[in-house]
């Protein structure tokens, strides 16, 4: 194919997505579809001048024949949307979580396979660009074996309550202004851990391995704006490598946003926190009187991308989506990796329901894992990036 004949579901989120693959050079958007009306009016002003045709139901979108859609819909129906997609003939890339229990996952699995389709997890967080140098690094001994990593993703997300129109709205709200007809939003009760694959994944990636068996416990569940679900999960997760990897979710703390992420290795560690934008590294060839050096290397490698969501990391999913449909190659991230990078969330809830008892994740692949192939899509970087001495009044230039 020319061009990848591109739909997209889902105009709330999916915004992004239309704006990038507006701005993939091989791809062109013919269709998208939101049952919102003001979702589609504002999106009207991303296609201008372009012509899009907007219809308002999945099944609109998908009479117009795409070669692919992006599905951006309510998390509940990610999976239905994605095999119902599938079965249309189409191939597709899906907002994350993807899926919310082991049957969906493989019943996206069984439709990727009876129809020929490719399925990508949109894992955005996977493009972070520092994470292309902590796998170079790990190859090149610098950390030595990494025994333990650790994730966190720290998100506060009181608006849990819903009105038709889609405007959201906290418990608190809803109560003091007596607003009728709202219903719970699509993860007002969704256990925090689950939604784990912005942290997990790029973890995995980084160590080229997959999750085996999984304890969870849950903090309590003392926010009145999200009183559905605990204020926060801590899962532990061994890997097939003999790896143990921490991932904290908390969407019900009050506090800023950010995606942190360490590593700790017999030799050498690596810390990332969104929040300072640039790496800590102390690895084999550091001497402990000196401390961390700052690498200031953070999230998207091209200035450009950084006004296409989520620190330039959106766009290359748009990107390597195309690329590899049109190329006839493997995505990044494909239907069996999205399960390694989901189904331990799942079964992590599933943990923290028994009080903690540790629950085997399976493999689901007809064969056993035997690599990532994200490598071979992101190249690894050719240069060192300069380091200096860390400070704590250390202040990040934007």
Known sequence: MDK??????????????LRNFLAVEDAEVIGVADQVEKWRNRAAEAIAPKTVKQVSEFEELLALKPDAVVIASNGRFQAQHAVQAMEAGCHVMSEVPGAYTQEEISHIILAAERYDRTYMLAENSCFLDFLRYWRKWLLDGRFGPVSIAEGEYLHYLPNSMVDGERNQFT???????????????WRADQPPIQYLTHDLGPLLNVLDDRVVSVCCKDGPFWCAEAPLRSDGQIALFQTAKGSLIKIMVTLNTRRPGAHNYRLFGTLGSAEWYSHEGFCRRFDCDREHSQGWERINIGTAACEADKKAGHGGTDIKTAFYFTKSLIEGTHVPIDVFRMADFTLPGILAARSAELGGQPISVPDLRRGPFVGTNFWEHVQLPDHEPEGTDYTSDARVTH
């Open 4 to 17: 990848l004949r591109v739909g997209i579901l889902g105009l709330r989120r999916g915004l992004s997505h």
């Open 171 to 185: 418990p608190t709200q809803w109560r003091e202004d007596n607003i009728s007809g709202l219903s719970p939003l």
